[in-house]
């Protein structure tokens, strides 16, 4: 691909993590979440902020003991901040031969705040220094008895950093910072009755819940660990895909991943999962199976399932097999691609490219990239790319992903920051890998950066959609990783499409309205073979078949026929 210059506002780089799942929404939940990405940096890298600070701090002491040594502690301190202010002005000079013109007067907050702790921790006193941007009227000190209780005490540490984020950098026009400061002080007092760390944390979630905005949270580090099982592109496991049949509650195989334990072992698409090590799986969710299946690689588990056989087109009894599987580190693609074929209106079988995007991970783009010029190297006439219950991910593997799409200088979405100005994130001399009509299904499982990817083909001219009204979550996070190993989501920007359309709580509306069904097709004599190997070798066909049965994609060959004929 030649690589276009994506524009991008300083306040809108690759450190923003679109929100990966959904607040109140069954079917984003779960399973999804470990499909997102997340940063490894324990550093939140936004540049949104100024880089001119005044110090305030907020001090906790378990002791009359430490408030004794705290002037001889924050000397300690003031030494320790005036080297790492001597490496801040290194690295911001470093940084800024990475970064725009535009961006050379910024520097991320946490790049002194997590410097500030590690000296902080040094001096063996429990204070919290939070950078107050240049607009504050004055510095906010607070000095607080820290519980004694270990682990409430380090909870305490982690509400503090929470808020000092979320102090310089949410994004709401409604935001007091008075409000937000006295927020801290009552959180404190709350946790001091505290004798757990279950109990300290739901302060904290308290404390963000009081802001009115659901995708501003913290989540456990055991939480934040699941969250990042996708950011390399990787978990461990035995590569199963499987889904609960809307009918029955069974556990379907949807999917082996190529190349992985259950693939190799000859597990198929079709299989039902009855036992997992010896537990029956009757009533239990596809998310909680896929958490039995996921563990540590070396380690084994056994399945049980029940497989449908035929012999010589007859249908026999269905078979139980017992698989013991080695779980390995499963490399993931959030990218699926087929040829569809079918007769257009003019006679002739089209071939259509059809390319299912789960998420926007870390890979997303370059498996995009790889898909496109397979199916184009196949000969296809058009495209159907299919975002539905995609949730989002990555904001820069959404506007990597348009660009490969579109050309020119178009715009791919406008952000709006902190302080209310809006700002276009524009393609410059792009060059798009295929000119070929496209097709984009959404639905209501369609949010974040999935909105973005379908706004900016569909504004630009580029796209039709079919399918469902979108999500509308028109908000984007970023995601810090805090001391104790928890991560913080805090709202950083809005986005609007390019034409300015509201995403927010509102979506964007098809096209052509489409409800998924399931359609009924003749049986194809091709696909009921008489043995298992006949069985693997058409599982691809299986597969394509499925997805012509598919209403919506059926909408949308006919209206790629219009535009090829």
């Known amino acids: 691909m030649d690589a276009a210059t994506l524009r991008l506002p300083v306040a809108q780089s690759i450190h923003h993590v679109d929100e990966c799942f959904l607040v109140g929404r069954k079917s984003l939940d779960g399973q999804h979440i470990v499909q997102c990405s997340a940063f490894k940096s324990n550093r939140l890298q936004t540049p949104l902020l100024s880089s001119e600070f005044r110090q305030g701090a907020v001090s906790l002491f378990t002791s009359k003991a430490q408030k004794r040594n705290a002037k001889a502690s924050a000397f300690r301190r003031r030494n320790c901040l005036a080297s790492a202010k001597d490496e801040s002005k290194s690295q911001k000079t ?7 013109s535009q961006g050379d007067k910024e520097e991320g907050l946490l790049t002194k705040l997590s410097k500030a702790v590690s000296c902080t921790l040094a001096a063996g006193v429990l204070l919290f220094n939070t950078g107050l941007p240049a607009w504050a009227e004055d510095t906010f000190t607070l000095t607080f008895p820290g519980s004694t209780i270990e682990e409430v005490n380090t909870v305490q540490r982690t509400l503090v950093e929470a808020w000092g984020i979320v102090r310089e950098t949410y994004v709401d026009p409604s935001f007091n910072h008075q409000d937000w400061d006295l927020t801290l002080e009552s959180s404190l007092a709350d946790t001091l009755s505290d004798e757990t760390s279950e109990e300290a944390y739901s302060k904290i979630k308290s404390m963000l819940a009081s802001l009115g905005d659901p995708f501003t949270r913290i989540i456990t580090p055991k939480e934040y660990e699941n969250f990042r099982i996708n950011n390399d592109g990787a978990l461990e496991g035995v590569g199963l895909l499987i889904a609960s049949e809307r009918d029955t509650g069974h556990l379907i195989v949807m999917s082996p991943l190529d190349g992985g334990p259950a693939a190799r072992a000859g597990i198929i698409s079709g299989d039902e999962l009855v036992y997992i090590d010896g537990e029956p799986l009757s009533g239990m ?12 690689a070396g380690t084994s588990v056994t399945l049980t399932l029940r497989r449908s056989v035929s012999a010589d087109g007859v249908q026999g009894e269905p078979l139980m097999t017992e698989v013991k599987l080695k779980r390995e580190t499963i490399a993931l693609s959030p990218v699926y691609s087929t040829v569809l074929a079918h007769p257009a209106l003019d006679g002739h079988e089209e071939k259509t490219g059809y390319i299912r995007l789960t998420t926007f991970s870390q890979n997303a783009a370059a498996d995009m990239e790889r898909a496109i010029s397979k199916l184009e190297k196949e000969g296809v006439e058009s495209y159907i790319l299919d ?92 995601v810090t990783e805090l001391r104790d190993g928890s991560a913080l989501f805090v709202t950083v920007a809005k986005y609007l499409s390019p034409a300015f359309h509201q995403i927010d709580q509102v979506g964007i509306a098809p096209d052509l309205k489409c409800l998924s069904e399931e359609l009924e097709l003749p049986e194809d004599p091709v696909l009921a073979p008489k043995t298992l190997q006949e069985e693997l070798k058409n599982a691809d066909e299986i597969g394509r078949r499925m997805l012509q049965r598919d209403s ?3 909408a949308a060959e006919h209206e790629l026929d219009k535009i090829v004929t």
Not at 94 to 100: A, G, H, K, M
Not at 427 to 455: D, F, K
């Open 94 to 100: 470093q940084d800024q031969r990475s970064i725009s």
């Open 285 to 296: 969710d596809g998310e909680m199976a896929a958490t039995k299946l996921r563990g540590r």
């Open 387 to 478: 975002l539905r219950n995609n949730p989002g991910g990555l904001v820069k593997a959404g506007l990597d992903v348009a660009q490969m799409w579109l050309n020119g200088d178009d715009i791919l979405v406008n952000t709006i920051d902190r302080d209310g100005d809006t700002q276009p994130i524009t393609l410059v001399n792009s060059r798009a890998l295929t000119q070929n009509p496209l097709v984009v299904l959404v639905n209501e499982g369609s949010a974040s950066a999935s909105e973005i990817l379908a706004g900016a083909l569909h504004d630009n001219g580029r796209a039709v959609l079919v399918g469902q009204q979108t999500f509308g979550k028109g908000k984007i996070q970023s």
């Open 552 to 554: 919506c994609i059926v």
